[in-house]
T-cell receptor
Framework: QKEVEQDPGPLSVPEGAIVSLNCTYS??????FMWYRQYSRKGPELLMY????GNKEDGRFTAQVDKSSKYISLFIRDSQPSDSATYLC??????????FGQGTRLTINP | DAGITQSPRHKVTETGTPVTLRCHQT?????MYWYRQDPGHGLRLIHY???????DKGEVSDGYSVSRSKTEDFLLTLESATSSQTSVYFC??????????????????FGEGSRLTVL
């Protein structure tokens, strides 16, 4: 079992919709959870990170961690065409090594 | 801008030939990483380095070797390229310091990627 599992999609929604992206992870010891965004033909960039459990909000983006079910989510409100990208969840696995999910390709249609 | 440069950005080669990809950073950060990205697999760690001449294997290290003789350069070598190594390769660095620590934020800074095709 991979440490982090993510539905690769693709996911296509109309502009203005609320988007929900999800990952599951295997090890309850993981404490740091990240979401990266990757535009086509570019390197990934950190979008948000959370420590332990709970919610973290940044503008239209909310990251949520449910440690009891080992589930991490990213919500995008009022989605825009510029949000079209691949979103990757990630965890830190010792010695500053990141383990990534498969990535979900998201398209926001005008 | 974390000052990461990858070269070459694109390369087409034939099976059995050696290939070296270079990652160069301008800020003397200690940790450097090589990932590969393939459809359905996301980003997978190949090798990483935590200092000059200090390297370790990642999840998919078979068929790859690395070297770090200078802080600023991290080289990834495919001794004898195979078609299964056709991929996009990303170099990344992590940041340490008083104000910002990748260990606390999980923030890696990635290069633009090197697209390798092995025929």
């Amino acid at each position: 079992q991979k440490e982090v599992e993510q539905d690769p999609g693709p996911l296509s929604v109309p502009e203005g919709a609320i988007v929900s992206l999800n990952c599951t992870y295997s090890n309850s010891a993981f404490q740091y959870f990240m979401w990266y965004r990757q535009y086509s033909r570019k390197g990934p960039e950190l979008l948000m990170y959370t420590y332990s459990s709970g919610n973290k909000e940044d503008g239209r983006f909310t990251a949520q961690v449910d440690k009891s079910s080992k589930y991490i989510s990213l919500f995008i409100r009022d989605s825009q065409p510029s949000d079209s990208a691949t979103y990757l969840c990630a965890i830190i696995q010792g010695a500053q090594k990141l383990v990534f999910g498969q990535g979900t390709r998201l398209t926001i249609n005008p | 801008d974390a000052g990461i440069t990858q070269s070459p950005r694109h390369k087409v080669t034939e099976t059995g030939t050696p290939v070296t990809l270079r990652c160069h950073q301008t800020e003397n950060h200690r940790y450097m990483y090589w990932y590969r990205q393939d459809p359905g697999h996301g980003l997978r760690l190949i090798h990483y380095s935590y200092g000059v001449k200090d390297t370790d294997k990642g999840e998919v290290s078979d068929g790859y070797s690395v070297s770090r003789s200078k802080t600023e350069d991290f080289l990834l070598t495919l001794e004898s390229a195979t078609s299964s190594q056709t991929s996009v390769y990303f170099c990344a660095i992590s940041i340490t310091g008083q104000e910002r620590t990748s260990a606390n934020t999980g923030e890696l800074f990635f290069g633009e990627g090197s697209r390798l095709t092995v025929l």
